[in-house]
């Protein structure tokens, strides 16, 4: 069923003029597959019930739900050797002879055409692949993009996109702040940035979000005392124009669409890696904990804080459907399982 496209069938279908930007980004993976059922040795809290629904995924990293229902996985390959694979549609994209091999690390998913958004983890890029096999980049110009939830569309269709302003990040970024954001430079400004664009702006590609303005903080940044607001490293949409943001030391907060930022609960402490989030129907927040932590978490609309399953094998990528079943990626373990949670 799975029908593998030859290396250079995949060049031509990207074209000679993308595959000379983006030959670099090596094997890109994702797998499209309808869920079975199995068992799995995962534990469960309280009177959840966990499935194994895919099995011998190598490295699955991140999920996302198509309008139509179908599961995207993103995966890092058996051996590690190239920035990711894909089973549906067997893409493959070699890595360029330059020193730049980038391993794609975020996911998100259009519903509507199925187009993916890939981001690069611990990189400054984000691409675009439509339904018609071209990669083409979206956005360039990031301090510092991390892999799992650290990007998202929103119900809108709107890109939600987590950076990093500090001097260390800057010396990695592509390219200096430019004047017009010069209220953001380092001497003004270390913290977190949330940056939202439109992908269907009729603008010139790739869009630098050096020069965007941000959505948190807003406009004018004050000098800021004292100590820096902790690293972001995942988003959900929540309602319309409201995100549920993870930071670093394990605190859940809400951004409003004012820009206000609160704090809804704090985690149990962890080493938080390759932390992936998702909002259910109920609007509870879910949290993937990843290698270190094991554990998927619950983050009801009160900030109650309860576990849905433990002894996972790092769990990364989440997705929710519509009924409110989870999916999560079991990287350690090579396989996705879905996991249907008690009422909380």
Known sequence: MNTAVPRSSAKTSIGRRNLSRLSYLGLLGLLQCFVGAGVSDAQPARAAQIEVVATAVPRPAQLALTGSGRLVVLSHGWRGDAAAEIYWLRLVIPFAEGPRKTTLGSLAVEPKSGDLFLGEENGNRIYRLAAMRRLTPVAVGINHLLGGSSLALDPQGRLVVLDYASFESQLRSESPVPPSLESLAVEDYTGPLVFRIDPEEDVPLPRRLEVVAPIFPRRPVRRVTGEPLHKFIAVAPLGRDGLALLNSV???????????LRRLARLPSGHFHRTNMAVGPDG?????????????YRVTPAGVVTSVAHDLGDPQGIAVDRSGALYVAETALHRIIRIRPADP
Do not use: P, Q, T, Y
């Open 250 to 260: 394990g605190e859940v907060l809400i951004l409003s669409a004012e820009g206000d």
């Open 284 to 296: 509870s927040v879910f949290v993937s904990a990843g290698f270190h932590i094991r554990e998927l």
